[in-house]
């Protein structure tokens, strides 16, 4: 006769310390009413980590669908190869295991914390922007719109923490995946053997400064076992992590875009991060911010891993403000914008902030707006594929200025918020969630 073991946690931390964890046959552990504000914890390790931390005979595993219920592998310096056998719900065949191996030590007396996170409901979880992980802010792609990739992505998010480290390990993950969280689920357009993993650096707020299986990142994928493997450097262990379409990946960012004047000649400047599958640049110009004109194309780098730097240099004799913005093409036609930018070859100064943009609700805007004069100036709200959503003059006083605009249904993507007048342009980036 078999006997199942279902061990429920609801408390702050169990540790099961220099001692494995064995599930045998059909055992499983449940770790619930975890917060952000009270996490739960089921706490692993100690001085004499055994060589199998956690032990699965014929099956069992650990439900905890939910980012604060954690699997903390006191790791330390030590690399002793780990896996997580995650389960989704209580169906020992829904495998979505984590592991980490052929681990370089960190430095510090660090831990990794392990949990997963998915759709409440998959048949119609193709939208991960519905349950982002805490410190992921969007599902953006290279593409336009730039609004939300999901749909080339799977319906699960792996967090792989480390944390307390002053150097972090480094080895190879390997992610265990369901067929039919990859399924269409209402929305979901992807090709199993493309998939990739994929982690957001939280610090540049950007997935694609990491390409794995399509630019430097190895990567394996077993489609028959249903696991893909990908080796992390300390630099690139980021907590947050997905499967995506290669063809598809999650984005890349511009670094930096600047406009400068010097004698009448203007210098555009700007640096990505990554590149995947550009085609080419076209700087568009517009004297009123809101109808714009190519003046040149530049050349791609197509796909890189490495900073790239552009330029593009020309004449212009106007001395009143002249308003920029970046056009990326990529392969198959697809576009997207940068954000406004601006010089002028004459001597205006800008004489208004923006303090503070947030979205009030799905149609309305508030803008907190600092200004050292009184005068009439253009709110102009423009999507990545430059629709000017809202353009309308407004009267600023001297000190701070509130306003809500009402705009168009705003869907969770990003947009950009420009305060215009004849000398000067300011353009504040929000991102709707």
């Known amino acids: 006769m078999k006997i199942f073991l279902v061990l429920f946690i609801f408390l702050t931390n169990v540790y099961i310390s220099s001692a494995q964890l064995v599930f045998n046959n059909g055992a499983y552990m449940v770790m619930d009413g975890g917060t952000v504000a009270t996490p739960v914890y089921a706490v692993l390790g100690g001085t004499a980590i055994p060589l199998t931390p956690i032990l699965v005979n014929t099956n069992g595993g650990i439900v905890a669908e939910n980012e604060y219920h954690k699997l903390r592998y006191s790791l330390g310096t030590n690399t002793t190869n780990i896996n997580v056998p995650f389960l989704r719900g209580a169906t020992l065949t829904n495998k979505v295991d984590v592991s980490l191996a052929a681990i370089t030590a960190g430095t510090g007396a660090g831990s990794i914390d392990f949990s997963n996170k998915a759709a409440t409901i998959t048949a119609t979880g193709w939208d991960n922007t519905i349950y982002l992980p805490s410190m992921v802010t969007h599902m953006s792609q290279n593409t336009a719109p730039s609004t939300n990739g999901s749909d080339y992505a799977i319906d699960r998010f ?3 923490d480390p944390t307390a480290y002053t150097t972090k390990p480094a080895g190879t993950l390997t992610f265990t ?8 689920n209402a929305g979901n357009t992807i090709t199993e053997a493309n998939l990739q993993p994929q982690r957001f650096n939280n610090v540049s707020n950007i997935w694609g400064d990491f390409i794995s299986g399509i630019n430097y990142v190895p990567n394996v994928i077993n489609v028959l076992s249903n696991t893909i493997s990908v080796p992390v450097t300390a630099v690139n262990f980021y907590a947050a992590w997905t499967l995506a379409d290669r063809t598809n990946p999650l984005p890349i960012t511009l670094k930096s875009i600047t406009a400068n004047c010097i004698d009448n000649n203007v210098k555009i400047e700007w640096i990505t991060a990554s590149e995947t599958n550009n085609n080419y640049f076209t700087i ?10 190519p003046i040149a194309t530049i050349a791609g780098a197509g796909n890189s891993t490495l900073d790239k730097s552009y330029n593009y240099s020309f004449s212009e004799t106007s001395n009143t403000q002249i308003y920029y913005r970046l056009k990326q093409t990529d392969y198959d036609g697809k576009y997207e914008y940068s954000n406004l930018f601006s010089t002028t070859c004459g001597n205006s100064i800008a004489t208004f902030s923006f303090e503070k943009v947030y979205a009030t609700d799905e149609n309305n805007l508030t803008l907190i707006i600092n200004s050292t004069t009184t005068e009439t100036k253009n709110i102009n ?3 990545t594929l430059g629709q000017v959503l809202y353009n309308a003059p407004h009267t600023l006083n001297a000190g701070y200025n509130q306003f809500i605009i009402t705009t168009p249904s705003l869907a969770k993507a990003m947009y950009f918020v420009s305060l215009v007048n004849g000398n000067s342009l300011t353009t504040k980036k929000i991102i709707i969630q």
């Open 158 to 160: 792996w967090i792989v």
């Open 177 to 184: 995946y369901l067929d039919d969280e990859l399924a269409a």
């Open 284 to 293: 568009e110009k517009s004297i009123n911010a809101i109808s714009f004109e």
């Open 381 to 383: 709200v423009t999507n």
